[in-house]
């Protein structure tokens, strides 16, 4: 036995290394059974310590710790209350926040205990915060009255005693109320094992030989040849990089196999056991620390939630309450709070059907929504809150007088069209927002279809005639629409989706595309693919039947026009086809909700006097707002009516129509 450990061992007789924390246990460290000394510095060399006191440590830092004022209904953050950037920038000049919380919950999952010493303003507000070393504090009680107090060991070698509201102290799992418990001291045992297991491995692969065995000699050899043999195998076969490699043996002399190879003995599992008995002792699921034996798609995020609430949040509890206690005092307006939705945050589609849940029931706003995705408001009507339509307050449901249940009527209907507007106000930012993606897609379309139109103008006119170009654009077109439904197709289907969303949520249908709709989406492209192939073919024969009989150069005529389609006709496309297709896919979902009629609203400012006129117009779901060959008129549009050479079932009404529709 080692000076050292005898001098452990009178030390432990006289019961003075019994608090782990103390000074003397600091510097005489126990050692273990498995003849290594487990202190709290040295546990962190074995990794599964190490990944524990990093995973709480870095999760506590990481989440955000505001000051609250309480209101009479709700709260407010108090970014001007002194306690505010000690929480949530910087407790001292030296350290940040995240610094700060950082290394107190390192020192509370080593040493059970974390201080910080609370620097008072002359009007006894808190200052600043400085963190003391847990192995340097000793909570004390005065002999007279066991008043509790604070011993600091400086590192001069002098003592300084605290009061107890000068002292943040945030304790572990204690058994006196005075002092939390060391995990590590608490578990010296378990942890050594995994130390221990570790030197041997690195001993094993670093000086072991890969002999493992015993050399049988037929003779007495003497001593300079049993060095020299011994010598020999050393160098030759000594260390990991030396590993495997033969070994000739002469005169005589047997090698028998001693060893026992590290898998029979069960190393690794033995390892493995170690790590998740670490786990254990500080609650963390095993993945969160490199072992995903037991983790799967289906379950890691449950087990992450789980960490969340039964591993982080007794930390969280027990840090708010002393940091309420010591820092606000009897001010009990104000209060400090971890935000813990960053880490309960889970796959986007699990939050879209919370935020859909909360928004629906009028408990988030828009801009709530984006505030919590890290998302700029979109302006003051995002704090808009709204409820279903279908909905009354308690107090409308009761009796009331004639005139005063018409008045409450006509106010609910009033609070419902605002909502249904406000959701075709966001169908139609939706519809804007996809205009660059339509104009790229209609540019591919207009650009091949130029380049193939100039290439059929050289083959048949300048050499053949007119008849065989015409033929030629009448077999060009019937082949022409696979190639715009493959570049339209796309954007048209990623709109229907947004608008599909939007438009569930207003009637409160299931969100996602379903195959009624799909089927529509496809009759939708056939049809557009129809119209475009339909006035292409139709303007390019006209027009070269028409420079034909005036005389006139038709490749010339034919190349001008394509040159006019491949600048002006891709926005136009975006502009018509984002507000056709969104409101054809609207009133699609309305209609699969059982909504009954629908109502035409101008949107925005950019509302002309025909869209004025059609301004809440209510028809059936199936009734055209406008039928075939009606005309539109217009005040102060005299001259300028509109022809409908189709039924209008929804906008646009026309070229750079803004207007959309809602369920009435």
Same mark, same amino acid.
């Given at each position: 036995?080692?000076?050292?450990?005898?001098?452990?061992?009178?030390?432990?007789?006289?019961?003075?290394?019994?608090?782990?924390?103390?000074?003397?246990?600091?510097?005489?460290?126990?050692?273990?059974?498995?003849?290594?000394?487990?202190?709290?510095?040295?546990?962190?060399?074995?990794?599964?310590?190490?990944?524990?006191?990093?995973?709480?440590?870095?999760?506590?830092?990481?989440?955000?710790?505001?000051?609250?004022?309480?209101?009479?209904?709700?709260?407010?953050?108090?970014?001007?209350?002194?306690?505010?950037?000690?929480?949530?920038?910087?407790?001292?000049?030296?350290?940040?926040?995240?610094?700060?919380?950082?290394?107190?919950?390192?020192?509370?999952?080593?040493?059970?205990?974390?201080?910080?010493?609370?620097?008072?303003?002359?009007?006894?507000?808190?200052?600043?915060?400085?963190?003391?070393?847990?192995?340097?504090?000793?909570?004390?009680?005065?002999?007279?009255?066991?008043?509790?107090?604070?011993?600091?060991?400086?590192?001069?070698?002098?003592?300084?005693?605290?009061?107890?509201?000068?002292?943040?102290?945030?304790?572990?799992?204690?058994?006196?109320?005075?002092?939390?418990?060391?995990?590590?001291?608490?578990?010296?045992?378990?942890?050594?094992?995994?130390?221990?297991?570790?030197?041997?491995?690195?001993?094993?692969?670093?000086?072991?030989?890969?002999?493992?065995?015993?050399?049988?000699?037929?003779?007495?050899?003497?001593?300079?040849?049993?060095?020299?043999?011994?010598?020999?195998?050393?160098?030759?076969?000594?260390?990991?990089?030396?590993?495997?490699?033969?070994?000739?043996?002469?005169?005589?002399?047997?090698?028998?196999?001693?060893?026992?190879?590290?898998?029979?003995?069960?190393?690794?599992?033995?390892?493995?056991?170690?790590?998740?008995?670490?786990?254990?002792?500080?609650?963390?699921?095993?993945?969160?620390?490199?072992?995903?034996?037991?983790?799967?798609?289906?379950?890691?995020?449950?087990?992450?939630?789980?960490?969340?609430?039964?591993?982080?949040?007794?930390?969280?509890?027990?840090?708010?309450?002393?940091?309420?206690?010591?820092?606000?005092?009897?001010?009990?307006?104000?209060?400090?709070?971890?935000?813990?939705?960053?880490?309960?945050?889970?796959?986007?589609?699990?939050?879209?059907?919370?935020?859909?849940?909360?928004?629906?029931?009028?408990?988030?706003?828009?801009?709530?929504?984006?505030?919590?995705?890290?998302?700029?408001?979109?302006?003051?009507?995002?704090?808009?809150? &709204?409820?279903?339509?279908? !909905?009354? #307050? %308690?107090?409308?449901?009761?009796?009331?007088?004639?005139? =005063?249940?018409?008045? +409450? /009527?006509?106010?609910?209907?009033?609070?419902?069209?605002?909502?249904?507007?406000?959701?075709?106000?966001?169908?139609?930012?939706?519809?804007?927002?996809?205009?660059?993606?339509?104009?790229?897609?209609?540019?591919?379309?207009?650009?091949?279809?130029?380049?193939?139109?100039?290439?059929?103008?050289?083959?048949?006119?300048?050499?053949?005639?007119?008849?065989?170009?015409?033929?030629?654009?009448?077999?060009?077109?019937?082949?022409?629409?696979? &190639?715009?439904?493959?570049? !339209?197709? #796309? %954007?048209?289907?990623?709109?229907?989706?947004?608008?599909? =969303?939007?438009?569930? +949520? /207003?009637?409160?249908?299931?969100?996602?595309?379903?195959?009624?709709?799909?089927?529509?989406?496809?009759?939708?492209?056939?049809?557009?693919?129809?119209?475009?192939?339909?006035?292409?073919?139709?303007?390019?024969?006209?027009?070269?039947?028409?420079?034909?009989?005036?005389?006139?150069?038709?490749?010339?005529?034919?190349?001008?026009?394509?040159?006019?389609?491949?600048?002006?006709?891709?926005?136009?496309?975006?502009?018509?086809?984002?507000?056709?297709?969104?409101?054809?896919?609207?009133?699609?979902?309305?209609?699969?909700?059982?909504?009954?009629?629908?109502?035409?609203?101008?949107?925005?400012?950019?509302?002309?006097?025909?869209?004025?006129?059609?301004?809440?117009?209510?028809?059936?779901?199936?009734?055209?707002?406008?039928?075939?060959?009606?005309?539109?008129?217009?005040?102060?549009?005299?001259?300028?009516?509109?022809?409908?050479?189709?039924?209008?079932?929804?906008?646009?009404?026309?070229?750079?129509?803004?207007?959309?529709?809602?369920?009435?």
């Amino acid at each position: 036995m080692t000076l050292s450990q005898r001098v452990v061992r009178w030390l432990e007789k006289r019961g003075l290394l019994q608090d782990p924390n103390s000074w003397l246990a600091r510097h005489f460290v126990r050692p273990t059974q498995s003849g290594v000394d487990v202190s709290e510095e040295s546990a962190l060399t074995f990794s599964a310590v190490f990944s524990c006191v990093s995973v709480l440590s870095r999760s506590l830092a990481a989440m955000p710790l505001p000051v609250y004022r309480r209101l009479d209904r709700g709260r407010e953050r108090a970014r001007g209350h002194p306690v505010y950037p000690l929480l949530h920038s910087q407790p001292n000049k030296e350290m940040t926040s995240y610094t700060f919380r950082s290394t107190m919950m390192a020192h509370l999952a080593l040493w059970g205990n974390a201080y910080a010493e609370i620097v008072m303003r002359p009007d006894g507000r808190p200052e600043s915060l400085w963190m003391i070393p847990p192995w340097r504090v000793q909570p004390m009680r005065t002999a007279n009255n066991g008043e509790l107090y604070y011993e600091v060991n400086l590192p001069n070698g002098q003592k300084k005693e605290l009061q107890p509201y000068r002292v943040l102290h945030v304790m572990g799992l204690g058994v006196d109320g005075n002092k939390g418990l060391s995990p590590i001291a608490m578990h010296r045992q378990g942890i050594g094992m995994g130390l221990a297991a570790e030197e041997f491995g690195a001993r094993f692969f670093g000086q072991g030989t890969n002999l493992g065995g015993i050399v049988e000699v037929p003779g007495k050899m003497r001593d300079e040849t049993i060095r020299g043999l011994r010598k020999d195998i050393q160098e030759k076969h000594e260390g990991l990089g030396k590993s495997h490699r033969l070994l000739f043996l002469e005169e005589g002399l047997k090698y028998h196999q001693a060893g026992m190879p590290m898998t029979d003995a069960q190393f690794l599992e033995s390892r493995k056991f170690q790590i998740n008995e670490v786990a254990r002792i500080y609650n963390i699921p095993p993945h969160m620390i490199g072992d995903l034996d037991r983790a799967t798609f289906s379950n890691i995020e449950h087990q992450t939630i789980e960490f969340v609430t039964h591993t982080m949040t007794p930390w969280l509890v027990n840090w708010e309450q002393e940091l309420n206690r010591k820092l606000f005092g009897e001010d009990d307006s104000h209060y400090a709070e971890f935000l813990v939705e960053g880490l309960l945050r889970g796959d986007s589609q699990s939050r879209a059907q919370f935020y859909n849940q909360m928004f629906n029931i009028g408990a988030y706003s828009i801009n709530d929504i984006r505030e919590k995705e890290n998302e700029n408001p979109i302006g003051p009507e995002g704090d808009v809150h &709204y409820v279903p339509m279908n !909905m009354l #307050p %308690a107090n409308a449901a009761m009796v009331a007088e004639p005139e =005063e249940q018409q008045e +409450q /009527e006509r106010a609910i209907e009033q609070r419902s069209l605002e909502y249904r507007q406000q959701g075709a106000v966001r169908r139609n930012r939706i519809k804007k927002s996809y205009r660059n993606l339509f104009s790229e897609a209609a540019a591919k379309v207009a650009q091949r279809e130029k380049t193939n139109i100039l290439k059929g103008v050289r083959k048949h006119l300048q050499e053949r005639s007119l008849t065989s170009f015409t033929e030629w654009l009448e077999d060009y077109y019937r082949e022409f629409p696979e &190639y715009i439904r493959n570049q !339209m197709m #796309p %954007a048209m289907n990623s709109l229907a989706e947004s608008i599909q =969303e939007l438009a569930a +949520q /207003e009637v409160g249908a299931e969100v996602g595309m379903t195959p009624e709709l799909d089927r529509f989406m496809e009759d939708y492209v056939a049809a557009f693919t129809a119209r475009y192939t339909g006035s292409s073919r139709g303007q390019l024969i006209a027009l070269a039947n028409q420079a034909a009989d005036d005389g006139e150069d038709i490749a010339a005529a034919v190349e001008q026009r394509v040159n006019e389609w491949e600048e002006r006709r891709p926005n136009k496309v975006a502009i018509n086809e984002t507000v056709e297709l969104g409101s054809a896919v609207a009133k699609t979902v309305f209609a699969a909700a059982g909504v009954q009629k629908l109502r035409w609203i101008g949107v925005g400012t950019e509302t002309c006097e025909f869209c004025a006129e059609m301004d809440g117009k209510v028809v059936g779901i199936d009734q055209p707002f406008l039928a075939k060959d009606d005309v539109m008129e217009a005040e102060g549009r005299e001259g300028q009516e509109i022809q409908l050479n189709r039924p209008t079932m929804h906008p646009p009404l026309h070229q750079f129509c803004v207007c959309e529709i809602i369920p009435d």
